[in-house]
């Protein structure tokens, strides 16, 4: 029997449906490969949006049902990337869905939002001495787009990265773990341009276009970039399947402020971390494990 992969990929995210978005090609393609990835998200979208009118009673205002709904969306996403590890921060007893920056779901005495980031990174750091990933795939301090939880869980991740390479009071017990890379979720301001031009040339697309709606990063941000585009049809099949907060249309999709975004083969990072001994990365890396 061929030894197994000793890759491990952990990616650390707020809400479902954001994986598939920032990771979804990358995730298909390094599973296909054989690495272990595990999927960590903070929430299960409580306050979200719905896009099909049907779905509509389970939103918050009404019925409050969506985060099991959620689950099993993502549930059926991670099948189609081929994903089987992947769990909810604190399990029955998480965090909610914190709504937009200054909504009153804000204060909800369970909001990610309210969370004490060392305690919230007590469970994710046992979690990584537990799997002891190569590399952790987080958002960047502004959460990619100013979102609350996901501010918060870049703020748990790194913190839980931290908490799990020191070698007192072992979060679980077990043994400490350094992760030795990692990176941030970029949006590269060239890719973005290139997706408005594909949307602009579609004659019958129902999407709007706006390249102000979708936050940018100059292009020297980007460190790494991993093509994925074996793994487009994955990653289409996994977005569909977030179908109360995204519409998937040939290669577009939209959320629910309906600005069509291309479904992109080729995801950003920026490398934020990485461990000391390592061999500096080159300019423009082609895999999350380079170097390790
Ligand atoms: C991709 C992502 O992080 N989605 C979040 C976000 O949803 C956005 C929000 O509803 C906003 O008001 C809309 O204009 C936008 O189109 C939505 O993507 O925030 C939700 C509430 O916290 C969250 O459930 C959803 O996963
Ligand atoms: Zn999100």
Redesign the pocket.
Known sequence: MADADPRCLLLVH?????ET?DNGATMARYAAEGVHVALVTC?L?????IVVPELAHLGAAHEDR?AEH?EGELRNAMSALGVTDHRILRGADRYR????MG?P?NDHPRSFWRADPDEAALPLADIIRELRPQVMVTYGPDG??G????IQTHRVAMRAAELAGLAVDPPGGREPHIVSKIYWNCHPRSAARFSAKALQAENHTPFLLDESAISVTDDSFATCVIDGSGHLAAKAAALRAHAT??SVHGPFFA?????GRLIAGEEHYHLAHRRPDLAPAGRLEGDLFAGI
């Open positions: 707020a809400h479902p449906d954001d978005i929430t979208g409580e306050e979200g949006d969506l959620r869905d914190s709504g937009m909504s779901s990619g787009y979102h609350p939880d996901h907060q995204l959320l629910s402020n309906n600005v």
